[in-house]
C-alpha cells in the first residue's frame, strides 16, 4: 500500500515538473513581456532595463534553473503588472472561483447521478430517451453558448436575473447553473451506462434470485458496482474546481481565478500564469491520486492488485 | 386440486419470446416434492430460460406467457413481489457461472447474511452463527477466518459451494441449479454433484439440474426431461432414458458421450448444429439433424405423448426399444458424408 502511494506520488510529482517546464517554456517564446508591458512606442533602453530588472535578458536555461530553485522555496515569483506575490494574487482570487465550482459540482452531483441511475433503471422507456437528450444536449453545447443563451433569457428578456458581476449571491446563479449543465449531462451518461453495464451482471441476477426487494438489489448491490466508472468522472471534476470557470467567469465578469489567467495570459504577466498553471495541474493532480486510493476502496479486486 | 397438492411446482405451456422471437414453445412440467429431475438439451434449447422466467429473472425485454404454480399459487402474470416472496425461500437458484455470480465488491460473510436475515430473521452473532453453520456445511474450510474475505479471493468451486450455501440460506423447497459444475475442474465438479446429492438427502429439498452432461444428470436425478429447440421432446426416469433413449435426439446424446467401459468405438455425433430460433425447421425442430426423419416429420410437428409406461416422447418415429445400433451408426455416417 505504502509502495503503492510512493509509485502515485512520484508519479504525481513528474506531472507536476512536466506542466511546470512546459508552460515555462512556452510563455517565453509566446511573447515578450516587456513589449505588452511597456506597449510598443517605447526607447530601447527601457525595454532593455525592463528585461534586466525581470531576468529575462539570462539565457533561458538560467532562467529556468532560478525559476525551479524559487519554486522549491515557496516563491513562485512577482506579478509584473501589480509588482505583487503572484501566489497572493491567485489565492485571493480562489475563494470567488469556488464559490462557482463548489456548487457546480454540487448541481452535477445531484441530479447528474440520479438522472442516469434512473435512465438505466428505465431503460428505453420515455425518461430514459429524455434523459439521453438532455445529457446530449448538455455536454455538446458550449459553455460560452450556453451561458449567452441563459443570459438572454433569464436577464435580458425576463429581467429575473442579473447578467454579470458578483455583487450578491443572485450573481452567482446564471454562472454557476451554465457551469453545471455539461457535468450533469456528462455524469447522467455515465452513470447510466455504468448501471446499466452492471444491471446485466450475474451477480444482480443472483441478488434478485436471492429474494431481494428490486430497490435493494440496486441500491446494495447495483450502486457500489457502479461507483467506479463514476468516481472517475467526478474526480476529474474535482481536479477541475479551480480551473474549470475559465470561459464562464469571463461572460459572467466574475473576478475569479479564470479571469486572472486569460488577463495575465494577454499581459504576458509571467509568474501569474505559472502560478496559476502550477495550481491547476496541483488539484487535477491530487485529485486523481484521491481516485485511484477510492478505487482500491471501492473495488476490492484491484485493492489486492495493487498490493502484490 | 388434487394434483395440485402431490406437486410443488408445475409449469403450464411456459413460452418466452425475447424482441419477438420465440424461444420457448410452450413447456410443461411438474416438479414433486423432493424430486430431483434433470434438464438436458444442448446451449441455447431454453434449459435455462424455463426457469429464469418460472422465477421472473428474465430481462424485461422478454415476454414471458403461461402459468408457473407453486403449490397451486400462480406466480405469472404476478406483480414483482409475488415472486420476490418465492425466490430464496421457496425456490432458489444457483447458476453456470460461479465466480461472476457473487458481487465482487462485498464481503461473502454479508452475501449470505443478507440471505438469512431476509429469508429467517436472523441479525447479529446469530445470522453469523447460522451463515458459518452453512458454510461448514458446504464444504468451506476455516469459515471462520474467510467469512470478511471477497469472492475474487476464493477458486470456482468454493465460489459455488457459497453459491449453494446462499441458496440453502432460506431453506427453499426447491433448488435449481443451472450448469452448477459447467465452468468448473472436472475433479470440482464431482464434489460438487457430491455435495448437492447429499444436501439433497439431507434437507429432502426438490432439485432441478440443468445440464448438458448426462452422466452428471443421472447421479443426480430420478426423472430426466430432454429439450431441443424450446421443446421438450422427451421425458422419463432415468432408468428409462438411459436403457432406452426414444427420441433420435435423445439416443444421439448418448452416442456422442466416451464410454470409458468396453471396446474402443468412434464417437458418434449428431450432425448439424442447434437451428437458429428465428428460423426453426418446418415440422419437427430436430428433423434436419435427424436420422430416422422421414416425410411426415418435414412438415407435422409431433406433440409430446405420454405412453403407458409414464415416458414422454415427441417424435413421429422413435428408435425402437433395444434397436441394433449398427443400423443407426450406418445410417449416421451416411448423412455425414
Keep these: 500500500?505504502?509502495?503503492?502511494?510512493?509509485?502515485?506520488?512520484?508519479?504525481?510529482?513528474?506531472?507536476?515538473?512536466?506542466?511546470?517546464?512546459?508552460?515555462?517554456?512556452?510563455?517565453?517564446?509566446?511573447?515578450?513581456?516587456?513589449?505588452?508591458?511597456?506597449?510598443?512606442?517605447?526607447?530601447?533602453?527601457?525595454?532593455d532595463a525592463f528585461r534586466r530588472s525581470w531576468g529575462l535578458d539570462q539565457p533561458l536555461w538560467i532562467q529556468y534553473v532560478a525559476y525551479i530553485k524559487s519554486i522549491f522555496t515557496g516563491d513562485f515569483g512577482v506579478s509584473m503588472r501589480d509588482k505583487a506575490s503572484a501566489l497572493?494574487?491567485?489565492?485571493?482570487?480562489?475563494?470567488?472561483?469556488?464559490?462557482?465550482?463548489?456548487?457546480?459540482?454540487?448541481?452535477?452531483?445531484?441530479?447528474?447521478?440520479?438522472?442516469?441511475?434512473?435512465?438505466?433503471?428505465?431503460?428505453?422507456?420515455?425518461?430514459?430517451?429524455?434523459?439521453?437528450?438532455?445529457?446530449?444536449?448538455?455536454?455538446?453545447?458550449?459553455?460560452?453558448?450556453?451561458?449567452?443563451?441563459?443570459?438572454?433569457?433569464?436577464?435580458?428578456?425576463?429581467?429575473?436575473?442579473?447578467?454579470?458581476?458578483?455583487?450578491?449571491?443572485?450573481?452567482?446563479?446564471?454562472?454557476?447553473?451554465?457551469?453545471?449543465?455539461?457535468?450533469?449531462?456528462?455524469?447522467?451518461?455515465?452513470?447510466?451506462?455504468?448501471?446499466?453495464?452492471?444491471?446485466?451482471?450475474?451477480?444482480?441476477?443472483?441478488?434478485s434470485a436471492k429474494g431481494l426487494k428490486w430497490g435493494d438489489v440496486v441500491w446494495n448491490h447495483a450502486l457500489p458496482n457502479a461507483a467506479v466508472p463514476i468516481v472517475t468522472i467526478v474526480g476529474f471534476m474535482v481536479g477541475s474546481l479551480i480551473a474549470g470557470a475559465v470561459v464562464v467567469e469571463s461572460i459572467f465578469s466574475w473576478p475569479g481565478i479564470g479571469r486572472l489567467l486569460i488577463v495575465s495570459v494577454s499581459n504576458r504577466d509571467l509568474a501569474v500564469v505559472q502560478c496559476i498553471l502550477l495550481i491547476i495541474a496541483a488539484a487535477m493532480v491530487v485529485s486523481n491520486l484521491v481516485v485511484d486510493l477510492l478505487y482500491g476502496w471501492l473495488d476490492p479486486r484491484l485493492r489486492s492488485n495493487a498490493a502484490h | 386440486m388434487d394434483r395440485a397438492s402431490s406437486n410443488l411446482v408445475e409449469l403450464r405451456d411456459l413460452k418466452v419470446a425475447f424482441d419477438g422471437v420465440q424461444v420457448l414453445h410452450g413447456i410443461d412440467l411438474n416438479v414433486g416434492r423432493g424430486e430431483a429431475v434433470g434438464l438436458v438439451g444442448e446451449s441455447g434449447c431454453g434449459k435455462s430460460v424455463t426457469w429464469l422466467a418460472a422465477l421472473g429473472l428474465l430481462p424485461g425485454k422478454a415476454s414471458v406467457s403461461g402459468s408457473v404454480q407453486l403449490d397451486g399459487q400462480e406466480l405469472a402474470g404476478g406483480p414483482r413481489e409475488a415472486?420476490?416472496?418465492?425466490?430464496?425461500?421457496?425456490?432458489?437458484?444457483?447458476?453456470?457461472?460461479?465466480?461472476?455470480?457473487?458481487?465482487?465488491?462485498?464481503?461473502?460473510?454479508?452475501?449470505?447474511?443478507?440471505?438469512?436475515?431476509?429469508?429467517?430473521?436472523?441479525?447479529?452473532?446469530?445470522?453469523?452463527?447460522?451463515?458459518?453453520?452453512?458454510?461448514?456445511?458446504?464444504?468451506?474450510?476455516?469459515?471462520?477466518?474467510?467469512?470478511?474475505?471477497?469472492?475474487?479471493?476464493?477458486?470456482?468451486?468454493?465460489?459455488?459451494?457459497?453459491?449453494?450455501?446462499?441458496?440453502?440460506?432460506?431453506?427453499?423447497?426447491?433448488?435449481?441449479?443451472?450448469?452448477?459444475?459447467?465452468?468448473?475442474?472436472?475433479?470440482?465438479?464431482?464434489q460438487i454433484l457430491d455435495l448437492l446429492i447429499q444436501l439433497r438427502a439431507e434437507t429432502g429439498m426438490a432439485t432441478v439440474f440443468i445440464s448438458h452432461d448426462l452422466g452428471a444428470v443421472s447421479q443426480v436425478c430420478e426423472r430426466v426431461c430432454v429439450m431441443y429447440a424450446g421443446r421438450i421432446v422427451e421425458q422419463g426416469s432415468v432408468a428409462q432414458l438411459f436403457s432406452e433413449p426414444r427420441h433420435?435426439?435423445?439416443?444421439?446424446?448418448?452416442?456422442?458421450?466416451?464410454?470409458?467401459?468396453?471396446?474402443?468405438?468412434?464417437?458418434?455425433?449428431?450432425?448439424?448444429?442447434?437451428?437458429?430460433?428465428?428460423?426453426?425447421?418446418?415440422?419437427?425442430?430436430?428433423?434436419?439433424?435427424?436420422?430416422?426423419?422421414v416425410e411426415a416429420c418435414r412438415s407435422e410437428r409431433p406433440s409430446l405423448e405420454t405412453s403407458a409406461d409414464g415416458r414422454q416422447l415427441a417424435c413421429f418415429r422413435p428408435v425402437p426399444a433395444n434397436g441394433p445400433v449398427e443400423t443407426r451408426t450406418r445410417m449416421t455416417e451416411d448423412m455425414l458424408q
Excluded at chain 1, 511597456?38 to 525595454?47: F, I, M, N, S, T
Excluded at chain 2, 435423445?250 to 468396453?262: K, N, S, V
Aim: hydrophobic share 50%; with cysteine; proline share 8%.
Design chain 1, 88 to 207: 497572493d494574487l491567485v489565492l485571493q482570487r480562489l475563494p470567488a472561483t469556488l464559490q462557482l465550482t463548489l456548487p457546480a459540482l454540487l448541481l452535477k452531483l445531484v441530479f447528474g447521478i440520479p438522472a442516469g441511475v434512473y435512465a438505466a433503471l428505465h431503460r428505453q422507456s420515455f425518461a430514459d430517451r429524455g434523459v439521453i437528450l438532455l445529457a446530449v444536449l448538455g455536454f455538446t453545447i458550449p459553455s460560452f453558448v450556453m451561458g449567452l443563451l441563459l443570459v438572454l433569457i433569464f436577464a435580458v428578456i425576463l429581467g429575473v436575473l442579473p447578467s454579470g458581476g458578483q455583487d450578491t449571491w443572485m450573481h452567482g446563479i446564471l454562472p454557476t447553473v451554465t457551469m453545471s449543465i455539461g457535468g450533469i449531462g456528462i455524469l447522467a451518461r455515465f452513470s447510466r451506462s455504468a448501471m446499466i453495464e452492471v444491471m446485466g451482471q450475474p451477480y444482480i441476477r443472483t441478488a
Design chain 2, 83 to 190: 415472486f420476490e416472496r418465492v425466490r430464496g425461500g421457496r425456490i432458489a437458484m444457483i447458476f453456470q457461472d460461479p465466480s461472476s455470480s457473487l458481487n465482487p465488491v462485498l464481503r461473502i460473510g454479508r452475501q449470505i447474511v443478507e440471505a438469512l436475515s431476509l429469508h429467517r430473521g436472523l441479525r447479529g452473532d446469530a445470522a453469523k452463527r447460522e451463515a458459518l453453520r452453512l458454510l461448514d456445511m458446504v464444504g468451506i474450510p476455516d469459515a471462520r477466518r474467510r467469512f470478511d474475505l471477497y469472492p475474487h479471493e476464493f477458486s470456482g468451486g468454493q465460489c459455488q459451494r457459497l453459491m449453494i450455501a446462499m441458496a440453502l440460506a432460506g431453506e427453499p423447497d426447491l433448488l435449481i441449479a443451472d450448469e452448477p459444475t459447467t465452468a468448473l475442474d472436472a475433479t470440482i465438479q464431482a
Design chain 2, 248 to 293: 433420435p435426439y435423445t439416443r444421439g446424446l448418448f452416442d456422442a458421450i466416451p464410454r470409458i467401459d468396453g471396446p474402443r468405438q468412434r464417437l458418434i455425433p449428431i450432425p448439424g448444429t442447434v437451428p437458429n430460433p428465428k428460423h426453426l425447421p418446418e415440422g419437427c425442430s430436430f428433423q434436419p439433424r435427424c436420422f430416422r426423419a
Design chain 1, 1 to 47: 500500500m505504502i509502495r503503492f502511494i510512493a509509485v502515485r506520488l512520484l508519479r504525481a510529482m513528474i506531472t507536476i515538473f512536466a506542466v511546470v517546464t512546459f508552460a515555462f517554456v512556452v510563455l517565453r517564446m509566446s511573447g515578450d513581456p516587456a513589449q505588452v508591458m511597456l506597449g510598443p512606442d517605447v526607447p530601447q533602453e527601457a525595454v
